[in-house]
């Protein structure tokens, strides 16, 4: 079975904090990708990796960035937490082939206080 | 540009059938999927379409016509649990991004 596994389900972190979230997928897949929900606004894509060490900005990268040392790992950072980033944050992972669709972890709903 | 519109919210009795609209302005297509998520848990995939037409999974249909840039997912003899969120998304032309809509909350009353 298809596994997405993020590390937190919950977090509450003061503002200026360091924030990671851990994101971990059992399926050998080339594409990761990192969203956050809110809602009215749907899904938006904050960054996205093709392969070990590569990634591209998505749509709001401002005030993230993020790490893909290892094909399975892809990890969200929040170099200085405000309270507009509190959201849930959505991991998923992809394979390469043509109609493949997208599998998503649990989500991570982070507060920032 | 990208846009993707659905409803926000609907609403329909146990048993009946169910459309949810679609409509897409995106910078290239790869493909329409369909997700469900409900509350407080992750999306789930429905369905996939890519070519005009109507692809049929049990009670769960969905269609697209890429001329229109329209899509619809059908639900037909709801059921309790189909009570969700229901998200349009499209890949976009490099086939490696999702763009998704803002979801459309289904609420199903007995």
């Known amino acids: 079975d298809v596994k997405v596994t993020q590390s937190s389900r919950y977090l509450v972190k003061r503002t200026g904090e360091k924030v990671f979230l851990e994101c971990v997928q059992d399926?050998?897949?080339?594409?990761m990708f990192w969203y956050r929900q809110d809602p009215g606004l749907g899904l938006r894509l904050i960054y996205f990796s093709y392969d070990v060490k590569m990634k591209e900005k998505g749509d709001i990268p401002e005030g993230y960035s993020v790490s893909r040392e290892k094909k399975e790992r892809f990890s969200l950072i929040l170099e200085s937490a405000s309270t507009n980033q509190t959201s849930m944050y959505l991991c998923?992972?992809?394979?390469?082939?043509?109609?493949?669709?997208?599998?998503f972890g649990q989500g991570t709903r982070l507060t920032v206080v | 540009g990208q846009n993707i519109d659905q409803p926000t919210e609907m609403t329909a009795t146990e048993g009946a059938i169910v459309q949810i609209n679609c409509t897409y302005q995106?910078?290239?297509?790869?493909?329409l999927f369909w997700y469900q998520q409900h509350a407080g848990e992750a999306p789930t995939f429905l369905s996939y379409?890519?070519?005009?037409g109507l692809e049929e999974k049990g009670r769960f249909s969905s269609f697209l016509s890429r001329s229109k840039g329209y899509s619809y997912l059908l639900l037909k003899e709801l059921q309790m649990k189909d009570s969700a969120s229901y998200l349009c998304a499209v890949r976009d032309h490099y086939g490696q991004n999702f763009v998704f809509g803002p979801g459309t909350r289904l609420s199903v009353l007995p």
């Open positions: 995106t910078s290239g297509f790869n493909g």
């Open positions: 399926m050998d897949h080339e594409n």
């Open positions: 379409n890519v070519l005009d």
């Open positions: 998923a992972s992809r394979s390469l082939g043509g109609n493949t669709e997208a599998f």
